[in-house]
């Protein structure tokens, strides 16, 4: 199975504008680290970013989920003919 499908950039939108825009300081790589909007001067912690984008986020998540999970169903169905094939007694629908 090919995981590299699953990998998603999920653009973060300032809660105030929605822009997708933001100064920060590079050397700092914590949630605390303060970032700027470049479009309407909003300053907010990276936490406080993830935060207002959580329910875009979880529909992302979701929507791998489900990706996820449709795949290895198909895979399983896929094993399943292949390891019982010859048998007349099973059938698959």
């Known amino acids: 199975m090919n995981f590299d499908k699953y990998d998603r950039n999920v653009s973060l939108l300032c809660p105030t504008c929605g822009s997708t825009q933001f100064e920060y300081d590079e050397t700092l790589e ?5 970032l700027r ?8 912690t990276k936490e406080e970013l993830i935060h207002e984008n959580s329910e875009n986020i979880d ?5 791998i989920g489900k990706q996820a999970v449709d795949d290895v169903a198909k895979e399983m169905r896929k094993s399943l003919k292949k390891a019982f094939g010859g048998n007349k007694n099973i059938k698959f629908k």
């Not at 529909?59 to 929507?63: K, L, N, Q």
């Open 37 to 44: 909007c470049v479009s309407c001067d909003r300053k907010m």
């Open 30 to 34: 914590n949630d605390y680290a303060k």
């Open 59 to 63: 529909e992302h998540m979701g929507e």
